[in-house]
């Protein structure tokens, strides 16, 4: 059961991932699906195509025919579910992807009647296909679709406008699979670009395809310095994006607000991560600014059920309801982030117009699966009647674990929906004072573990 997570199905190839385990969940899963057709892509990993094989076999058993869609990113298959094929429109996708994890690992991104299936689906899912016997042998039944093309098409489409725009632009792919459509969409718009670890190989030679982690920057960073005026970098799927300047790592909360700039009044969903300097300015502009929990999955929902225009994780997932389909596509980011550009807007300018902060970067506190949720409830607790020594507290926002106002920042203390640790975060005006909630809240989560 341990594969089966909150946002996606993840674990190790032969090991959790095997045939009887991936046949298994194509067939079960097909019992979910109202339609016909099921559009299935996958990443770069070697074992990527003999996973395709046995979740189609699954799927096939299951009464599903399968569009195969070869190689792609996930925003591609994302898109597939929003495109007719011969007069065909899939139920459903499933993305075939370890994403930014260690080349040993893959998994399965679902996608069903264009929503994420996550969280208890996911779970109920993993305890039919544990509890079921051998699926049956039925034919093959697999149609190849071009969605790799149909996806650049339309991108190049869109941006039509970016034709040749003077900006010197380097990026790094870290043997991914966002390779196979960054040259053929910058090679159409005719860009200045130089590339990095462009062609797709799951065992990354060349660095960890993790642009959150600031070691994986580092050949992008120098290639910026030398030769570039932007820099991009993408996760091993492609639906994660980071954004360098001369000046700036630009996180995902601040991309955001950079986004809504050129937007009327929009909606913008942010995650509990995110900087309280987002929410202001947005409020202050008149957007109307909304915190949720984090997770690419809760927040597709959530635009969904506010009809939000953008959304945004701290860690590089952006999501474009605005003149796209709201889901989130590091390629896309970067179409828009270089459009921001050609309209005049200087970057770091903006960025330093804000409110300066410190923000720490996510701090892991190693605990166990059993124990995470529950010291959340402890915290919960001991913040009713917080020690006398804790810092002032203006509010707690119990949107996804607890995000505890102070007078001069915040501090956040979440269970991760993916791994066994709490994830903390802190901002303050001052890199002093949030150390001094980082302390604080540190003793308050110890003194929570000791009275489990």
């Known amino acids: 059961m341990s594969i089966y997570r909150e946002y996606d199905i993840r674990g190790i190839y032969e090991k959790e991932l095997n045939e009887q385990s991936v046949v298994r969940i194509g067939y079960t899963l097909a019992s979910k699906i109202s339609g016909e057709y099921v559009a299935v892509g996958y990443d770069a990993r070697s074992h990527s195509p003999i996973l395709f094989e046995y ?128 040259e053929r969409i910058f090679g159409a718009l005719e860009l200045t670009t130089k590339g990095l670890y462009i062609e797709p190989d799951g065992t990354f030679p060349n660095h960890h395809p993790d642009p959150s982690d600031e070691h994986n920057l580092e050949d992008v960073k120098k290639l910026l310095e030398a030769e570039g005026d932007i820099a991009f970098a993408y996760d091993g799927d492609a639906d994660r994006i980071a954004v360098l300047t001369h000046k700036n790592n630009i996180k995902g909360d601040m991309m955001a607000l950079l986004y809504s700039m050129k937007m009327d009044k929009p909606i913008v969903i942010g995650e509990v991560k995110c900087s309280q300097v987002m929410y202001d300015e947005l409020a202050k502009r008149g957007a109307t600014a909304i915190m949720y929990k984090t997770g690419h999955s809760n927040l597709k929902v959530k635009m969904k059920e506010t009809n939000a225009d953008l959304a945004c994780e701290v860690s590089g997932h952006v999501f474009f309801k605005n003149r796209y389909f709201g889901y989130d596509d590091a390629i896309y980011a970067t179409l828009r982030m270089l459009e921001l550009i050609h309209d005049g807007i200087d970057l770091d300018a903006e960025l330093a117009k804000l409110p300066q902060v410190f923000s720490t970067e996510e701090i892991k506190v190693k605990t166990t699966e059993s124990e995470k949720f529950k010291i959340i409830d402890k915290i919960k607790e001991l913040l009713k009647n917080p020690p006398a020594d804790f810092p002032l507290i203006k509010d707690i926002i119990e949107v996804d674990g607890v995000r505890i106002n102070f007078e001069d920042g915040w501090g956040l203390v979440r269970a991760s929906n993916t791994t066994p640790v709490l994830v903390t975060r802190f901002e303050s005006t001052s890199k002093d004072t949030a150390k001094f909630y980082e302390n604080a809240v540190n003793q308050l989560i110890q003194k929570a573990k000791n009275l489990l």
């Not at 011969?86 to 992807?97: E, F």
């Not at 305890?127 to 190849?144: L, Q």
């Not at 039509?160 to 725009?165: E, N, P």
């Open 55 to 182: 979740l189609v076999r699954g799927l096939n058993a299951g009464g599903k025919k399968v569009l195969d869609m070869g190689l792609v990113p996930t925003p591609v298959n994302y898109f597939t579910n929003y495109q007719e094929w011969n007069g065909i429109t899939p139920s459903a996708s499933v993305m075939i992807t370890g994403s930014h994890n260690p080349s040993e690992y893959n998994g399965f991104k679902i996608t069903v009647d264009k929503s994420p299936f996550f969280g208890e689906d996911i779970y109920a899912l993993g305890r039919e296909c544990e509890a079921m016997g051998t699926v049956p042998h039925v034919e093959r039944n697999v149609a190849k679709i071009d969605a790799l093309t149909r996806y650049i098409d339309f991108l190049v489409e869109e941006f039509q406008h970016l034709k040749g725009m003077p900006t010197r632009i380097v990026y790094d792919c870290g043997n991914g699979v966002a390779g196979v459509v960054t």
